[in-house]
T-cell receptor, first 113, second 110 residues
Framework: SQTIHQWPATLVQPVGSPLSLECTVEGTSNPNLYWYRQAAGRGLQLLFYSVGIGQISSEVPQNLSASRPQDRQFILSSKKLLLSDSGFYLC????????????FGDGTRLSIL | GESVGLHLPTLSVQEGDNSIINCAYSNSASDYFIWYKQESGKGPQFIIDIRSNMDKRQGQRVTVLLNKTVKHLSLQIAATQPGDSAVYFCAEINTDKLIFGTGTRLQVFP
């Protein structure tokens, strides 16, 4: 069966520090991969998605970037964090064919001080 | 613009009763819809999905109804249990992107 892993589960970082969140998927090949951010008590905002290695689409302009160095690895990064980057970050995967559900990891709670 | 919204931000039900969570969507071209359950501190968990060529689909204790005429989606949970307490999101797939509603919190009391 397919599984998705995100780490760390929680992270506290000072303003201006770099960021690297990692997501890996097991049990499937060539998945679509997604990064979302969720504000407290709100819905999910799509940040990036990838249909293959090295292929990244950005949905909103922001202080973050994403990379996909391997088929089942998706990384969310920042060179200098802002206070507004605080939030709950979720990684998800889906099959390549259209009309399939996305499956989510358990997220990373990021707090910027 | 395209949007998916929920009518009620919080729903309180007694254990054993049935729950109905509603959702409205605005993109009449959407052809695939999903319900997710999100518990505190966790990622959304897939519950059930439905395609636009159907108007009803049943799972274990859950039923999703789709009314394309009024662009309305609902999730029915039978015999609601304390473990059903969570935030429920509807979502539509639009060009392989999920568009989420803001969520409804379901509270189950004894």
């Amino acid at each position: 069966s397919q599984t998705i892993h995100q780490w760390p589960a929680t992270l506290v970082q000072p303003v201006g520090s770099p960021l690297s969140l990692e997501c890996t998927v097991e049990g499937t090949s060539n998945p679509n991969l997604y990064w979302y951010r969720q504000a407290a008590g709100r819905g999910l905002q799509l940040l990036f998605y990838s249909v293959g290695i090295g292929q990244i689409s950005s949905e909103v302009p922001q202080n973050l970037s994403a990379s996909r160095p391997q088929d089942r690895q998706f990384i969310l990064s920042s060179k200098k964090l802002l206070l507004s980057d605080s939030g709950f970050y979720l990684c998800a995967w889906s099959g390549q064919a259209g009309g399939q559900p996305q499956h989510f990891g358990d997220g990373t709670r990021l707090s910027i001080l | 613009g395209e949007s998916v919204g929920l009518h009620l931000p919080t729903l309180s039900v007694q254990e054993g009763d049935n729950s109905i969570i509603n959702c409205a969507y605005s993109n009449s071209a959407s052809d695939y819809f999903i319900w997710y359950k999100q518990e505190s501190g966790k990622g959304p968990q897939f519950i059930i999905d439905i395609r636009s060529n159907m108007d009803k689909r049943q799972g274990q204790r859950v039923t999703v109804l789709l009314n394309k005429t009024v662009k309305h989606l609902s999730l029915q949970i039978a015999a609601t249990q304390p473990g059903d307490s969570a935030v429920y999101f509807c979502a539509e797939i639009n060009t392989d992107k999920l568009i989420f509603g803001t969520g409804t919190r379901l509270q189950v009391f004894p």
